[in-house]
Each structure stands twice: as C-alpha cells, then as structure tokens.
C-alpha cells in the first residue's frame, strides 16, 4: 500500500509529466496534470524509442498503441556526407523493439492513457508554497492547486526547479539542432534505416517515422544565439548540406520554413540534488541532456516508472521522494555524460572528423550494437 495520502501536483503535460501521471495512477496515486500550453501539443519532429523506454510502455499496455503509430526499426547507418555508410548496425531489439515516432504521436497516445479531468491546460507556473502536509503550487489563470507532494516535469527551463535548487542557467554546448518533418511523398520511405551523416563540424539525422513520413535533424556549430537570416531556416540549411547524400537535401527542399524547429542544445552538469520534502524534479528539469543518444524522452519515461515504484515501497512519501531520486543519478549522469561526448565527437571537423570517420569505418559493427545494448537493457519496471 502507497504511502502517499493525497494527489500528485505536476508542473508539466510533456512527455515526463504524462508519464509520471500514467505510472502513479497505476500505483494508486492520484495525480494532476498542470500544463502551461493552451492546447497539448508536440513540436513537429521524431523521436527515437529505445527498448529501455518501449519496455516500460508495454508494462503501461501502451506499446501497441505506439507501435500503430510509429515505425519499428532494426537498422541504423553512420554515414559520410557523400553517402558512404561507415558503420551499419543491428539496433538492440532483444525483448522490446525500437520505435521511431512523431512526438506529437506519441504525446497523444500518452495524453489519450489518462482521464480528462487529470489534465489541466493554460496553467503557467508562479510559485509554491510548502506546508509539513503537502504542497500548494500557484498558477496564473488557474489559481491554486494542493497535493501531497509536487513533481516538476517542466523541462529545460523549469520554474520549479529555480525554485528549489536556484542553479541559473543550463550550458549551451556549440550547436543547434534543427529539426522538421517532411511532406509524405518527398521520399520513399520504405526500407530506409535510420540514418546519421557526419560531416565537418554538421550532422544529419535521417528519421522514418511511419505513416510514410520521414523526420529529420540537423546540426552545425555556431555560437549561441546565431540568426538563420532574412531567408530563413531552410535556406540556410541547403546551403550547409549541400552536396550532400540522398534524400538529404530533398527533405529539407520538401519541409515548409514553418514546420522547421531550431533549438539551441543545452545540457547541465549532474547533481544528486533534485528537490526537497515533498519535491521532486523528473526528465529534463531534473538531468537534461543534450539529444545525441536520443535518451531524453525514453529517460523521463523511466522517471516516472521508478517514481512510482519507489513511492510504492517507500514507508513515508519524503523518504519514497529521496529513493527515487538516488536511484536515477548513476543512469542519468552515465547518460548525460556519453551523450555529450558523442555530440562532441560528431561535432569535430578537420583530422578530428577524419579520425572519427575512420574509427567508425574499421570498427566492428557489434561494438556500437554491444554500446547501446548497455544502455538499453535497463528495466526501470523492475
């Protein structure tokens, strides 16, 4: 029996906000989604689901829903930019597959697992105020909301974690990533793997995602803060990934300047301190990570499995609270910290990028498999 006497108050409808409602009403806790956002909406992109995340979704009963409205995928290609494939590999598919799928895809399915009434829309955070008995969390234009404890889940720039832990700014880490769905038709997406082309100082990621639509991301380093120009995201994406393999630059010429998404790539260092009493913080708001392992989102679904597990044995809420977040350091900290060096590798140019490439050409292909194996094993439903 849960050792929590009230509901959940959680500061954010993304995808870890979601997720930790869908675990913790499974456990018996009651919870409240508040999102800031008028409408529950994604920006127009893919994102990849590794088995340590589908894993917990089937767990959920959600996988196949996901799996209707994304694309399972077994392969995945480093390539140069002329189209060389430097690497292909087998992605760890062992017990659960891997997934790639339109955020938005995968937030409605997430959204469509809760009751209505648990989701409150408009509802930007203001502030909290503690009590030994609970927490009481203030919203403009919806007024106040009391729970027994509070989840911040409301990403990189949380308000609730400046909050409690008052640590500034994340680190910007020297690049951007643009990303943007093209039009279906503009390539066959049938058969194509997922694909990362490497270049000097540029990436792109190639992404199926199913329903014959086909995501991609671009990388290239400038300083923070750099404007695109008067012509705009996609003009300037053409000239950088010019010359570049099939089907790059038909799906940039093939992606309307609106559903392009720049977003500069932030991380922050791991600390072990992610909240206070009846606090807590979940995804991005507790360990951002930069997006090149693509563990972001797959990390705030594990987030809110292990909360609700530890809550679930826990004999008081606080201490339920700190086990949780003991739990989740190692994992997270381990991940940030590879996926910031692979964007740094990814990110070299001239005899770095060489050594790179060559690296990636001569390896054999089982030792990235057996890399990512170690992180997609993990079970965060156990």
Same mark, same amino acid.
């Given at each position: 029996?849960?050792?929590?006497?009230?509901?959940?108050?959680?500061?954010?409808?993304? !995808?870890?906000?979601?997720?930790?409602?869908?675990?913790?009403?499974?456990?018996? !806790?009651?919870?409240?989604?508040?999102?800031?956002?008028?409408?529950?909406?994604?920006?127009?992109?893919?994102?990849?689901?590794?088995?340590?995340?589908?894993?917990?979704? &089937?767990?959920?009963?959600?996988?196949?829903?996901?799996?209707?409205?994304?694309?399972?995928?077994?392969?995945?290609?480093?390539?140069?930019?002329?189209?060389?494939?430097?690497?292909?590999?087998?992605?760890?598919?062992? $017990?659960?597959?891997?997934?790639? !799928?339109?955020?938005?895809?995968? +937030?409605?399915?997430?959204?469509?697992?809760?009751?209505?009434? @648990?989701? +409150?829309?408009?509802?930007? %955070?203001?502030?909290?105020?503690?009590?030994?008995?609970?927490?009481?969390?203030? %919203?403009?234009? *919806?007024?106040?909301?009391?729970?027994?404890?509070?989840?911040?889940?409301?990403?990189?720039?949380?308000?609730?974690?400046?909050?409690?832990?008052?640590?500034?700014?994340?680190?910007?880490?020297?690049?951007?990533?643009?990303?943007?769905?093209?039009?279906?038709?503009?390539? /066959?997406?049938? /058969?194509?793997?997922?694909?990362?082309?490497?270049?000097?100082?540029?990436?792109?990621?190639?992404?199926?995602?199913?329903?014959?639509?086909?995501?991609?991301?671009?990388?290239?380093?400038?300083?923070?803060?750099? /404007?695109?120009?008067?012509?705009?995201?996609?003009?300037?994406?053409?000239?950088?990934?010019?010359?570049?393999?099939?089907? !790059?630059?038909?799906?940039?010429?093939?992606?309307?300047?609106?559903?392009?998404?720049?977003?500069?790539?932030?991380?922050?260092?791991?600390?072990?301190?992610?909240?206070?009493?009846?606090?807590?913080?979940?995804? $991005? @708001?507790?360990?951002?990570?930069?997006?090149?392992?693509?563990?972001?989102?797959?990390?705030?679904?594990?987030?809110? @499995?292990?909360? @609700?597990? *530890?809550?679930?044995?826990?004999?008081?809420?606080?201490?339920?609270?700190?086990?949780?977040?003991?739990?989740?350091?190692?994992?997270?900290?381990?991940?940030?910290?590879?996926?910031?060096? =692979?964007?740094?590798?990814?990110?070299?140019?001239?005899?770095?990028?060489?050594?790179?490439?060559?690296?990636? &050409? %001569?390896?054999?292909?089982?030792?990235?498999?057996?890399?990512?194996?170690?992180?997609?094993?993990?079970?965060? =439903?156990?």
């Amino acid at each position: 029996m849960s050792a929590v006497s009230g509901p959940a108050v959680i500061v954010g409808g993304g !995808i870890g906000g979601l997720s930790a409602a869908i675990a913790l009403r499974r456990a018996g !806790i009651e919870a409240l989604v508040f999102e800031r956002a008028p409408e529950l909406r994604e920006l127009g992109a893919g994102i990849g689901l590794w088995p340590n995340a589908t894993r917990v979704l &089937r767990h959920w009963g959600l996988l196949d829903e996901v799996l209707r409205r994304g694309r399972r995928v077994e392969v995945g290609d480093m390539r140069a930019s002329d189209g060389r494939v430097l690497t292909r590999m087998r992605l760890p598919d062992d $017990d659960c597959p891997f997934v790639l !799928i339109h955020r938005a895809e995968l +937030h409605a399915a997430l959204a469509d697992a809760l009751p209505p009434w @648990a989701i +409150h829309l408009g509802c930007d %955070f203001h502030g909290l105020r503690e009590s030994p008995s609970g927490v009481t969390a203030r %919203f403009g234009g *919806c007024g106040e909301a009391e729970g027994a404890f509070l989840v911040g889940a409301d990403g990189l720039w949380s308000g609730v974690r400046q909050a409690v832990l008052g640590d500034g700014r994340p680190v910007y880490r020297g690049y951007p990533v643009w990303r943007g769905v093209a039009d279906e038709g503009a390539v /066959d997406p049938d /058969d194509l793997p997922l694909i990362e082309t490497l270049g000097e100082g540029r990436r792109f990621g190639t992404v199926p995602i199913g329903g014959g639509r086909v995501a991609w991301w671009a990388t290239a380093n400038e300083p923070e803060g750099t /404007d695109d120009g008067p012509e705009g995201s996609r003009a300037r994406l053409l000239r950088l990934f010019r010359g570049w393999h099939h089907p !790059i630059p038909q799906l940039l010429e093939a992606t309307p300047e609106e559903r392009i998404v720049k977003s500069p790539t932030y991380d922050r260092p791991p600390v072990r301190r992610w909240g206070r009493g009846r606090i807590t913080l979940l995804g $991005d @708001a507790a360990h951002p990570t930069t997006p090149n392992l693509g563990q972001g989102g797959c990390m705030a679904i594990e987030d809110g @499995a292990v909360l @609700a597990r *530890c809550l679930s044995e826990a004999a008081d809420l606080e201490s339920g609270l700190r086990a949780y977040e003991a739990e989740r350091y190692g994992r997270t900290t381990l991940i940030t910290r590879m996926s910031l060096l =692979t964007g740094r590798i990814g990110q070299w140019s001239g005899a770095g990028a060489r050594l790179r490439d060559a690296f990636y &050409r %001569f390896s054999p292909p089982k030792t990235a498999t057996r890399v990512l194996r170690r992180l997609t094993t993990y079970d965060a =439903t156990a």
